[in-house]
């Protein structure tokens, strides 16, 4: 079953004046290079993010917070280890959480580990298309952080990935494709300017574990974030000259979406 | 005896301009999420901010330095290490320094280690009122990083903090509160979106540092960075159409506070 | 021989079209301070940036880079390990790379590790005069990481300095120099609120490199991000009123420099 969803569509609406009305405390264990900018994504969509990074931390905030996410981008053995604390606890406490493979296919470390991670059950899985297709087994790996498929390329490892995992796994590109196994959901829109702005696909995982932490099955919460996101994107750009001010137009547009004049 | 202040007061208005002649080198140990930005605030205002954050160098630097920032908000065993031995250099050499207690009181270890920290006697504490409640022994604890309690509901623990560990005690909130057991300060004003910016609380926190470091005592120093934030945070609201063009709007506040025009 | 250029100059324009058109993956193990700034400098400008920070990764990932940047700012002994397995990785696959060593002369682990890595043959080093008087065995020592001489101060000990370690030498300041010992290139322009930006000098260090990754010469890099950044730093003033919509104006300059209106 196939499904396009934009940001106007009552579910999306709805699960987002949800979402804000309960300011989940999400878990966020991060890469370096987007930690500021994901905790101001979530602040200017009214939730309420908490980077707790340390392995005497991860496992205790992971069992208080309402979701959880993990994303490997800058993944050390130390970080590994909080990582692992958290998901594991997260399990335990039924908390939902999202996997962010950054630059899986890419580097040997960083593959193992989230390999091993599937294992603890994600809620979402979401990656760009070379991700997913390296998470699934098939090709991949891109370059560097950035993919080198386009997210149609992607849809059969998505639900294969999908159904081995029993995640709902999202593709990030020029159109997001969303999917349990069975339904596919398409989400078109955004900029291009999206890819030149660190942390724009990092702080998407953030945002859908946000959704999560509110009580929104995963496939609502993964299509919401996304269709927020590419209506923010296309505000961004057009309010903007270049990416620094497209980055701020960004989070001034996820502030605003939704919201009554 | 209680005081208000704010940022037209001759007192604050003075002292931010011997600040800014002083360009006083604060040395930072932040947490991860907030480093950055702290950096622009240091920078706006005016003052020359070092993030040195190696066991190697945190002793060494903090002698350098003309006052020192901790911030648990990022805390592992090897910040920790650092932490620890900038805060005994720092009162060797006669340097003041700020105890930033994000999130104590939600997480045992660094709870245990700010509490630690206290016997290293801070010139400044700063936090929110969950913060200083945990931290005063109180009942305390807010939710993540952001405090469950209103400002002046920790005016009582604040004024017992400050007295048991001979230090200034501020307490942020809708209204500041300042106080060294004695006195009482309030600073009125901000806005609600510092909250929703992530590294106001914390870069509040530097502030105080940069102040401190040009030689203003600790009273002054924190009621001047308080009153300077709350000015900032209405002329950026009024400036802004987000959180994203908030943040832009607080910094260029901060560098054009006080200046003639 | 002295050499005057601008962002003018056709070299600089042709190395910024060839530069953007390969879109170069630039490796950076950079500060924590700056590392988002420096990812979106890089994208800005339209080269891809990676910051793999693991000493599981950082050999493997620096020999499929096309350039690296090694900065020191906040170094501790885990990143070290990473930045000797990037550089030896580097060396050994003939990838250019670039050595920003902050705050040099002023802490002793980082001198002593800067020192060392200058035996690893970097092919630019960028710092301001402070770092390069001490990185080349002259007096210096900066005040935290801001330098207490001017650029001019410099210019012998990088020359000195090039010529030790066959390395081109750019000096950063109010007027920038660049050396590889025997040609003197000088540029003008920039703005002092260039200083009060955390991460434009870091930053600098990373376009280098993105130069480098394009197969651009080590003189002609270095002058070619040095030319840019001036012109971008003078447009930014133009369109900013303090110090944040500085920064936000600076990433706008850069996207837009030498395209088309």
């Known amino acids: ?59 205790e905030f992971a069992a208080m917070a309402q979701a959880l996410l993990i994303n490997v981008g800058t993944l050390t053995q130390e970080v590994a280890r909080a990582m692992r604390s958290a998901a594991t606890s997260a399990g335990k406490a039924g908390k939902p959480w999202v996997l962010d493979p950054v630059a899986v296919g890419v580097l040997d470390f960083r593959t193992r580990f989230a390999t091993e991670l599937l294992g603890q059950h994600p809620t979402i899985i979401r990656g760009n298309a070379s991700e997913i297709l390296a998470l699934s087994g098939a090709a991949g790996g891109g370059k560097g952080v950035d993919s080198t498929a386009s997210s149609n390329s992607a849809i059969d490892a998505a639900q294969t990935l999908a159904r081995q995992t029993e995640a709902t796994v999202a593709v990030s590109g020029e159109i997001d494709y969303i999917t349990d196994g069975q339904t596919l959901i398409e989400v078109a829109g955004g900029d291009v300017l999206m890819t030149r702005v660190t942390g724009t696909g990092c702080s998407l995982g953030a945002t859908m574990a946000a959704f999560l932490g509110a009580g929104i099955a995963p496939l609502r919460a993964a299509t919401a974030a996304s269709a927020i996101y590419a209506r923010a994107g296309e505000q961004a750009r057009a309010a903007s000259q270049g990416t620094g001010s497209f980055a701020v137009a960004f989070l001034d547009a996820l502030t605003l979406i939704g919201l009554p004049r």
């Open 1 to 59: 079953m196939n499904i396009a969803r934009d940001w106007k569509h009552p579910e999306v609406l709805s699960d987002l004046a949800d979402m804000r009305q309960q300011v989940p405390l999400v878990h966020c264990i991060t890469n370096i290079v987007v930690t500021g900018f994901t905790a101001n994504v979530l602040l200017a969509l009214g939730a309420s993010p908490a980077m707790i990074i340390a392995e005497e931390e991860a496992g």
